[in-house]
Protein backbone atom coordinates (compact mmCIF):
# COMPACT_ATOMS: atom_id res chain seq x y z
CA UNK A 1 0.00 0.00 0.00
CA UNK A 2 1.30 3.10 -0.99
CA UNK A 3 2.49 5.61 2.05
CA UNK A 4 0.99 8.90 0.38
CA UNK A 5 3.93 10.81 1.79
CA UNK A 6 4.44 14.66 0.92
CA UNK A 7 0.45 15.21 2.74
CA UNK A 8 0.08 17.05 5.49
CA UNK A 9 -1.99 14.65 8.15
CA UNK A 10 -4.00 14.89 10.77
CA UNK A 11 -3.63 12.28 13.86
CA UNK A 12 -6.86 11.44 15.46
CA UNK A 13 -4.78 9.60 17.54
CA UNK A 14 -7.04 6.88 17.83
CA UNK A 15 -3.76 4.17 16.72
CA UNK A 16 -6.02 1.89 14.35
CA UNK A 17 -7.79 4.61 13.02
CA UNK A 18 -4.62 6.19 12.02
CA UNK A 19 -3.58 2.81 10.54
CA UNK A 20 -6.12 2.53 8.55
CA UNK A 21 -5.83 6.08 6.88
CA UNK A 22 -1.92 5.40 6.27
CA UNK A 23 -0.80 7.63 9.44
CA UNK A 24 -4.10 10.12 9.66
CA UNK A 25 -6.73 11.69 7.85
CA UNK A 26 -5.61 14.68 5.10
CA UNK A 27 -5.21 18.22 6.53
CA UNK A 28 -8.55 20.42 5.78
CA UNK A 29 -10.14 16.85 5.13
CA UNK A 30 -14.13 16.96 6.28
CA UNK A 31 -14.94 14.02 7.27
CA UNK A 32 -18.24 12.14 8.35
CA UNK A 33 -18.74 10.08 10.73
CA UNK A 34 -21.46 7.43 10.05
CA UNK A 35 -23.26 5.03 12.17
CA UNK A 36 -26.66 4.16 14.18
CA UNK A 37 -27.62 5.61 17.80
CA UNK A 38 -25.47 4.11 20.31
CA UNK A 39 -22.69 3.25 17.85
CA UNK A 40 -19.91 5.50 19.34
CA UNK A 41 -19.74 8.50 17.09
CA UNK A 42 -20.18 11.16 20.15
CA UNK A 43 -17.14 9.56 22.02
CA UNK A 44 -15.57 8.89 18.85
CA UNK A 45 -15.41 12.76 17.90
CA UNK A 46 -14.61 13.60 21.46
CA UNK A 47 -11.74 11.46 21.65
CA UNK A 48 -10.48 12.98 18.59
CA UNK A 49 -11.00 16.68 19.44
CA UNK A 50 -9.56 14.76 23.03
CA UNK A 51 -6.34 13.49 21.33
CA UNK A 52 -5.63 16.64 19.19
CA UNK A 53 -5.70 19.41 21.92
CA UNK A 54 -3.23 16.91 24.00
CA UNK A 55 -1.11 16.67 21.02
CA UNK A 56 -1.28 20.59 21.01
CA UNK A 57 -3.59 21.31 18.52
CA UNK A 58 -6.13 23.62 18.89
CA UNK A 59 -9.32 21.75 18.89
CA UNK A 60 -13.02 22.29 19.10
CA UNK A 61 -16.27 19.87 19.94
CA UNK A 62 -19.31 22.09 18.83
CA UNK A 63 -22.73 20.15 20.27
CA UNK A 64 -25.73 20.24 18.67
CA UNK A 65 -28.27 17.57 20.89
CA UNK A 66 -26.39 18.34 23.70
CA UNK A 67 -25.64 21.53 26.51
CA UNK A 68 -21.84 21.14 26.44
CA UNK A 69 -21.60 20.77 30.41
CA UNK A 70 -23.69 17.29 29.64
CA UNK A 71 -21.38 16.42 26.81
CA UNK A 72 -18.42 16.74 29.17
CA UNK A 73 -19.78 15.55 32.05
CA UNK A 74 -20.73 11.90 29.96
CA UNK A 75 -17.34 11.80 28.26
CA UNK A 76 -15.22 11.94 31.42
CA UNK A 77 -17.16 9.24 32.80
CA UNK A 78 -17.09 6.91 29.75
CA UNK A 79 -13.32 7.77 29.61
CA UNK A 80 -12.22 8.10 32.87
CA UNK A 81 -8.82 7.28 31.98
CA UNK A 82 -9.08 11.15 30.59
CA UNK A 83 -7.64 12.88 33.54
CA UNK A 84 -6.58 15.87 31.68
CA UNK A 85 -9.57 16.57 30.07
CA UNK A 86 -9.92 19.79 32.83
CA UNK A 87 -6.97 21.28 32.14
CA UNK A 88 -6.52 20.77 28.22
CA UNK A 89 -9.99 23.24 28.63
CA UNK A 90 -8.48 25.38 30.99
CA UNK A 91 -5.20 25.98 28.66
CA UNK A 92 -7.72 26.83 25.45
CA UNK A 93 -6.50 23.77 23.41
CA UNK A 94 -9.69 21.77 23.80
CA UNK A 95 -12.83 23.79 23.37
CA UNK A 96 -16.60 22.68 23.83
CA UNK A 97 -19.22 24.65 22.69
CA UNK A 98 -22.75 24.79 21.88
CA UNK A 99 -24.49 26.63 24.45
CA UNK A 100 -26.11 29.52 22.48
CA UNK A 101 -27.05 27.20 19.49
CA UNK A 102 -30.68 27.05 20.55
CA UNK A 103 -31.16 30.13 20.68
CA UNK A 104 -29.39 31.48 17.74
CA UNK A 105 -31.79 28.73 16.16
CA UNK A 106 -34.80 30.08 17.27
CA UNK A 107 -34.29 33.93 16.27
CA UNK A 108 -35.67 33.44 13.24
CA UNK A 109 -38.21 35.95 13.41
CA UNK A 110 -39.55 36.89 9.84
CA UNK A 111 -36.86 35.07 7.94
CA UNK A 112 -36.59 31.44 6.34
CA UNK A 113 -34.90 27.93 7.54
CA UNK A 114 -32.06 29.30 5.82
CA UNK A 115 -31.61 31.97 7.89
CA UNK A 116 -31.24 29.85 10.74
CA UNK A 117 -29.24 27.56 9.05
CA UNK A 118 -26.94 30.80 8.41
CA UNK A 119 -26.57 31.38 11.99
CA UNK A 120 -25.58 27.91 12.85
CA UNK A 121 -22.76 28.15 10.58
CA UNK A 122 -21.67 31.69 11.70
CA UNK A 123 -21.53 30.21 15.33
CA UNK A 124 -19.52 27.60 13.94
CA UNK A 125 -17.15 30.56 12.03
CA UNK A 126 -17.27 32.70 15.60
CA UNK A 127 -15.93 29.57 18.03
CA UNK A 128 -13.32 28.60 14.90
CA UNK A 129 -11.95 32.36 14.82
CA UNK A 130 -12.29 33.07 18.75
CA UNK A 131 -9.82 29.78 19.43
CA UNK A 132 -8.04 29.43 16.22
CA UNK A 133 -8.78 25.87 16.12
CA UNK A 134 -7.47 23.61 13.64
CA UNK A 135 -9.53 20.81 14.06
CA UNK A 136 -13.19 20.68 15.03
CA UNK A 137 -16.15 17.84 15.64
CA UNK A 138 -19.71 19.13 15.35
CA UNK A 139 -21.75 16.26 16.80
CA UNK A 140 -24.26 16.27 14.79
CA UNK A 141 -25.64 17.63 11.59
CA UNK A 142 -28.47 15.47 11.64
CA UNK A 143 -30.32 18.47 13.25
CA UNK A 144 -29.66 19.95 9.94
CA UNK A 145 -31.82 17.68 8.54
CA UNK A 146 -35.02 19.12 10.92
CA UNK A 147 -34.48 22.50 10.39
CA UNK A 148 -33.85 21.95 6.77
CA UNK A 149 -36.87 19.12 6.71
CA UNK A 150 -39.04 20.53 4.11
CA UNK A 151 -36.97 20.87 0.80
CA UNK A 152 -33.95 17.71 0.42
CA UNK A 153 -32.37 20.74 -2.60
CA UNK A 154 -32.58 23.19 0.01
CA UNK A 155 -30.99 20.69 2.66
CA UNK A 156 -28.04 19.46 -0.09
CA UNK A 157 -27.73 23.02 -0.98
CA UNK A 158 -27.11 24.12 2.61
CA UNK A 159 -24.55 20.76 3.39
CA UNK A 160 -22.19 22.14 0.52
CA UNK A 161 -22.53 25.24 1.45
CA UNK A 162 -21.41 24.53 5.21
CA UNK A 163 -18.56 22.30 3.68
CA UNK A 164 -17.20 25.33 1.84
CA UNK A 165 -17.18 27.21 4.60
CA UNK A 166 -15.18 24.87 6.67
CA UNK A 167 -12.68 24.66 3.45
CA UNK A 168 -12.50 28.66 4.22
CA UNK A 169 -11.77 28.62 7.79
CA UNK A 170 -8.94 26.02 7.28
CA UNK A 171 -10.32 23.12 9.36
CA UNK A 172 -10.28 19.58 9.72
CA UNK A 173 -13.64 18.51 10.81
CA UNK A 174 -15.20 15.51 12.06
CA UNK A 175 -18.81 15.57 11.67
CA UNK A 176 -21.28 13.11 12.78
CA UNK A 177 -23.81 11.75 10.87
CA UNK A 178 -27.02 9.93 12.45
CA UNK A 179 -27.67 6.60 9.92
CA UNK A 180 -31.24 5.01 9.43
CA UNK A 181 -29.27 1.50 10.25
CA UNK A 182 -27.40 0.12 12.28
CA UNK A 183 -26.01 -2.94 10.47
CA UNK A 184 -23.42 -3.35 7.32
CA UNK A 185 -25.54 -4.83 4.94
CA UNK A 186 -27.82 -2.04 5.24
CA UNK A 187 -25.19 0.76 4.40
CA UNK A 188 -27.20 3.08 1.82
CA UNK A 189 -25.63 6.03 0.82
CA UNK A 190 -26.88 9.11 1.63
CA UNK A 191 -25.82 12.48 0.11
CA UNK A 192 -23.37 13.47 2.38
CA UNK A 193 -21.10 10.56 1.53
CA UNK A 194 -20.28 12.19 -1.64
CA UNK A 195 -19.99 15.74 -0.27
CA UNK A 196 -17.87 15.22 2.17
CA UNK A 197 -14.20 14.26 1.62
CA UNK A 198 -14.27 11.26 3.78
CA UNK A 199 -16.77 9.31 5.64
CA UNK A 200 -15.46 6.70 8.93
CA UNK A 201 -18.89 4.42 8.99
CA UNK A 202 -19.47 2.38 12.30
CA UNK A 203 -21.74 -0.82 12.03
CA UNK A 204 -23.57 -3.20 14.73
CA UNK A 205 -22.64 -6.75 13.96
CA UNK A 206 -23.24 -10.11 16.21
CA UNK A 207 -25.94 -12.53 16.73
CA UNK A 208 -29.38 -12.16 18.59
CA UNK A 209 -26.82 -12.93 22.00
CA UNK A 210 -24.52 -9.87 21.62
CA UNK A 211 -23.59 -6.39 19.83
CA UNK A 212 -20.48 -6.23 18.82
CA UNK A 213 -18.94 -3.22 16.20
CA UNK A 214 -17.33 -2.76 13.60
CA UNK A 215 -15.60 0.53 11.85
CA UNK A 216 -14.53 1.14 8.08
CA UNK A 217 -13.26 4.08 6.41
CA UNK A 218 -15.36 4.04 3.67
CA UNK A 219 -14.07 6.94 1.72
CA UNK A 220 -10.92 8.93 1.96
CA UNK A 221 -9.89 11.85 -0.04
CA UNK A 222 -6.37 12.61 -0.62
CA UNK A 223 -4.85 9.11 0.91
CA UNK A 224 -4.63 5.41 0.23
CA UNK A 225 -6.80 4.19 2.94
CA UNK A 226 -7.50 0.37 4.56
CA UNK A 227 -10.61 -1.68 2.55
CA UNK A 228 -11.18 -4.07 6.28
CA UNK A 229 -14.03 -3.82 8.59
CA UNK A 230 -12.01 -2.93 11.91
CA UNK A 231 -13.74 -4.62 14.92
CA UNK A 232 -13.56 -1.52 18.10
CA UNK A 233 -14.48 -1.31 21.67
CA UNK A 234 -15.05 1.39 24.05
CA UNK A 235 -12.41 1.55 27.06
CA UNK A 236 -11.78 3.73 29.73
CA UNK A 237 -8.79 4.82 28.05
CA UNK A 238 -10.17 5.51 24.81
CA UNK A 239 -11.24 3.53 21.56
CA UNK A 240 -9.44 0.39 20.65
CA UNK A 241 -9.78 -0.61 16.86
CA UNK A 242 -8.11 -3.77 16.13
CA UNK A 243 -6.59 -3.75 12.89
CA UNK A 244 -4.55 -6.50 10.98
CA UNK A 245 -1.45 -4.78 11.41
N1 LIG B 1 -20.65 7.17 30.52
C1 LIG B 1 -20.54 6.02 29.86
N2 LIG B 1 -19.97 4.94 30.47
C2 LIG B 1 -19.85 3.79 29.81
N3 LIG B 1 -20.25 3.59 28.54
C3 LIG B 1 -20.80 4.62 27.89
C4 LIG B 1 -20.96 5.88 28.51
N4 LIG B 1 -21.52 6.71 27.64
C5 LIG B 1 -21.70 5.98 26.52
N5 LIG B 1 -21.27 4.73 26.68
C6 LIG B 1 -21.31 3.65 25.69
O1 LIG B 1 -20.92 4.15 24.44
C7 LIG B 1 -21.95 3.93 23.48
C8 LIG B 1 -21.90 4.99 22.41
O2 LIG B 1 -22.25 6.23 22.90
P1 LIG B 1 -22.35 7.51 21.94
O3 LIG B 1 -21.00 7.92 21.51
O4 LIG B 1 -23.15 8.51 22.67
O5 LIG B 1 -23.13 6.95 20.66
P2 LIG B 1 -23.79 7.75 19.44
O6 LIG B 1 -23.33 9.17 19.50
O7 LIG B 1 -23.32 7.03 18.21
O8 LIG B 1 -25.28 7.62 19.58
C9 LIG B 1 -23.21 3.88 24.32
O9 LIG B 1 -24.25 3.18 23.67
C10 LIG B 1 -22.72 3.14 25.53
O10 LIG B 1 -22.66 1.74 25.28
MG1 LIG C 1 -24.38 10.97 19.67
Known amino acids: MASGTGIERIKTGIKGIDSMLNGGVPEKNQVIIAGGPGSGKTLLSFEIIYRCAKAG ?14 LIRNAKSAFGGFADVDSLMQQGNMVVGGEELAARMEDTTGSTETYSFGNVVSYIEDI ?11 DSISLFRLVLSSD ?9 QLI ?18 TEKNDVRYSPEFFLFDGVISMYQTGDNEKRS ?11 DH ?8 ITQDGFEVQTLD
Open 57 to 70: IPSAYIAFEEQPAQ
Open 226 to 233: SMFFAPYH
Open 164 to 181: SNLRRLDVTSFITLETPY
Open 213 to 223: FVLEVLKMRGT
Open 128 to 138: VMTNKAKVIAL
Open 152 to 160: GFIYRKSIA
